[in-house]
């Protein structure tokens, strides 16, 4: 952590903010699912193996739960041992006849791949977490966590853009950007719903790229992604291209 530079730190906490919300919205569902685990290993008439799978999967969906509700930092390692635990279980211990149609084998290849995408996201976003609640990193928190109220609210900036994407293929989103003087602090958000966050990242000032095109289109690059033919009012455009240095 010490080789990182401050804008790297900085991302590091803004990341960990998505993981967290994630896990507060996990909280109820896996409530609900734990206790069905409960249910199935308690009344379940099937084999020792499956018995056995169903038994393990609901202590680690019962301890994952009350480290969710507790806002357990390694809470997040719980949710990614869940995913890999249901879906070595139904690989290995549960052997549904229909699974060996066509049709049924693909949908379990397709709900397997679904699982292990999750779980593998999860996963990588454990170690990250952890250690962005660091006391090393309280200051960063800190800053991380003001700009993020900024990017939330509804007061108007002259440092703060908003855009959005509204169409089936690149999905309805809003994005805003906070130039802070010293970095970006990009947010995503669905549209219409500001508290549902999806995205929240730091770069640095040259990082964000805006391109014209024909009719008066811009596209946003924002570092691992282009966001094309964005929507946004003449004056956010104006301000857009004013604060990432670009001829209007």
Known sequence: MKEQSEIEKLDL???AEVTKVATLRARVPLTILSLFFILLAVISGAS???MLAVRVLAVIAVITTI????????AVYGMALLFFGVLAGSRFF???????TLLGSTANIVTSAMILVAGYGWWTNATPFTSAHSKALDSERIEAA???GVLKSSNA???L?????????RGYWTYRLLNTGSCWASAKFKTGKMNRLLDFRIFALNAIRVAERGAGQLDVD???RVIRDVELSNGMRDRLLRLVGAKN
């Not at 549960?94 to 060996?100: A, G, L, Q």
């Open 13 to 15: 906490v803004a990341r």
């Open 48 to 50: 020792f193996s499956e």
């Open 67 to 74: 480290l969710l509700w507790l806002e357990s930092r390694i």
């Open 94 to 100: 549960w052997d549904d006849p229909d699974s060996h």
């Open 146 to 148: 003001e700009w993020l």
């Open 157 to 159: 900036s002259d440092q």
């Open 161 to 169: 853009v908003e855009f959005s994407t509204k169409s089936f293929v």
């Open 222 to 224: 924002i570092p691992g």
